[in-house]
């Protein structure tokens, strides 16, 4: 059983910082892709980065220049630094990797369970 846990979220004000990390656990042989996705209320899920096991990254054009994203593979876990936070970035934000249990079974996708991140004045 695969469980992905996040931590790191709260309250901060606009131009504030907050590191959000997301460790895997369970039977888990590869982690191929990391990410982070984002809901606000009332709107879809939305992308907001990942990071392959090769090293490439993709940042939402809204959250370019201000977050970053970064793995560590020994310790299954991905991490997303925010910088210069803004209202806008209010949401719950999921982490998400795709990887496989066994070196024979397929890729697979798994979820956290979100932390919320409100920025606010």
């Known amino acids: 059983q695969v469980q992905l846990v996040e931590s790191g979220g709260g309250l901060v004000q606009p131009g504030g910082s907050l590191r959000l990390s997301c460790a895997a656990s369970g039977s888990i042989f590869s982690i191929n892709t990391m990410g982070w996705y984002r809901q606000a209320p009332g709107k879809q899920r939305e992308l907001v980065t990942t990071l392959t096991s090769g090293g490439i990254t993709n940042y939402a054009d809204s959250v370019k220049g201000r977050f970053s994203i970064s793995r560590d593979n020994d310790k299954n876990t991905v991490y997303l630094q925010m910088n210069n936070l803004k209202p806008e970035d209010t949401a719950v934000y999921y982490c998400?990797?795709?990887?496989?249990?066994?070196?024979?079974?397929?890729?697979?996708?798994?979820w956290g369970q979100g932390t919320q991140v409100t920025v606010s004045s």
């Open positions: 998400r990797m795709t990887l496989r249990i066994e070196d024979w079974s397929l890729y697979y996708d798994y």
